[in-house]
Nanobody, 117 residues
Framework: QVQLVESGGGLVQAGGSLRLSCAASGSIFSISAMGWYRQAPGKQRELVAA???????NYADSVKGRFTISRDNAKNTVYLQMNSLKPEDTAVYYC???????????WGQGTQVTVSS
């Protein structure tokens, strides 16, 4: 099982940028598809970006063209570069395998992103 620690969140004005990082442990990282998810208050967790072991990427329509997911297998790290942030991007951001586990025990603490208007 991959263990995950997210970082890089914060408070930013609309139009600004943030870069999230996810440090993963576990020998299966390099062969795992990984994703960045987010959960806003009162809403379900949603997948916003995913990357395969072969670096193929996919994005939710709401972030396409603004967010970029990448990975460094040598560092067991996944990144999410977020540009042109909007208030509706405000959420707790998590990383995990794609698809993500149903068991909440296998999710990290996430990192809070708050975008002010």
């Amino acid at each position: 099982q991959v263990q995950l620690v997210e970082s890089g969140g914060g408070l930013v004005q609309a139009g600004g940028s943030l870069r999230l990082s996810c440090a993963a442990s576990g020998s299966i990282f390099s062969i795992s598809a990984m994703g960045w998810y987010r959960q806003a208050p009162g809403k379900q967790r949603e997948l916003v970006a995913a990357i395969t072991s072969g670096n193929n990427t996919n994005y939710a329509d709401s972030v396409k063209g603004r967010f970029t997911i990448s990975r460094d297998n040598a560092k067991n790290t996944v990144y999410l570069q977020m540009n042109s942030l909007k208030p509706e991007d405000t959420a707790v951001y998590y990383c995990n395998t794609d698809p993500g586990p149903e068991d909440l025990d296998y999710w990290g603490q996430g990192t809070q992103v708050t975008v002010s208007s």
